[in-house]
T-cell receptor, first 115, second 116 residues
Framework: GAGVSQSPRYKVAKRGQDVALRCDPISGHVSLFWYQQALGQGPEFLTYFQNEAQLDKSGLPSDRFFAERPEGSVSTLKIQRTQQEDSAVYLC?????????????FGQGTRLTVV | AQKVTQAQTEISVVEKEDVTLDCVYETRDTTYYLFWYKQPPSGELVFLIRRNSFDEQNEISGRYSWNFQKSTSSFNFTITASQVVDSAVYFCALSDDSGSARQLTFGSGTQLTVLP
């Protein structure tokens, strides 16, 4: 597709359930980023990949959060044993390369609601 | 530590009015980048502009203009002759000298509603 695609768009999980959120970046984009956006707030950085290498995971809030990009294209953000505070929109972005002259394109996000 | 403050939580204007969205930032970096993004109801963040800290020249793009003032650490965004389609949440963001999306610090956003 032309843009960053995320699935599912909406996910309702029972507390304690594991979830997996998928991101299809723009074809050929080297860099991929995950952000978490709580209701009424700006996005907050979670993790960053360059190709298949996860170069920064400093924003992951706990060890229940895990991200992978095994073949350097599609990425999955997994949350284990979900808790209510995990409810948020999870945004994925990709860019051609890392750096100031490359625009990052964001997907529409996955809205996760933990009940 | 970096911080971005968007003091205006919500703004409502009537179509064709001009509106300015305020953004104040804090950083200890001497080189940094400032961004504005638009988030329509569909959810994706749409890139509007990126400026580096050495370029204080104001920029105009159609109905959009940006006023960067390093002396007051502000990077304000003005929409001239607003339209209903401008209704969205607007985010100001700050990055370190990499300018990468990895290092973006976002403000809490301003919800702009343009009434017909």
């Amino acid at each position: 597709g032309a843009g960053v695609s995320q699935s599912p768009r909406y996910k309702v999980a029972k507390r304690g359930q594991d979830v997996a959120l998928r991101c299809d970046p723009i074809s050929g984009h080297v860099s991929l980023f995950w952000y978490q956006q709580a209701l009424g707030q700006g996005p907050e950085f979670l993790t960053y990949f360059q190709n298949e290498a996860q170069l920064d995971k400093s924003g992951l809030p706990s060890d229940r959060f895990f991200a992978e990009r095994p073949e350097g294209s599609v990425s999955t953000l997994k949350i284990q044993r979900t808790q209510q505070e995990d409810s948020a929109v999870y945004l994925c972005a990709s860019s051609l390369v890392r750096g100031p002259n490359t625009e990052a394109f964001f997907g529409q996000g996955t809205r996760l609601t933990v009940v | 530590a970096q911080k971005v403050t968007q003091a205006q939580t919500e703004i409502s204007v009537v179509e064709k009015e001009d509106v300015t969205l305020d953004c104040v930032y804090e950083t200890r970096d001497t080189t940094y980048y400032l961004f504005w993004y638009k988030q329509p109801p569909s959810g994706e963040l749409v890139f509007l502009i990126r400026r580096n800290s050495f370029d204080e020249q104001n920029e105009i793009s159609g109905r959009y203009s940006w006023n960067f003032q390093k002396s007051t650490s502000s990077f304000n965004f003005t929409i001239t002759a607003s339209q209903v389609v401008d209704s969205a949440v607007y985010f100001c963001a700050l990055s370190d000298d990499s300018g990468s999306a990895r290092q973006l610090t976002f403000g809490s956003g301003t919800q702009l509603t343009v009434l017909p």
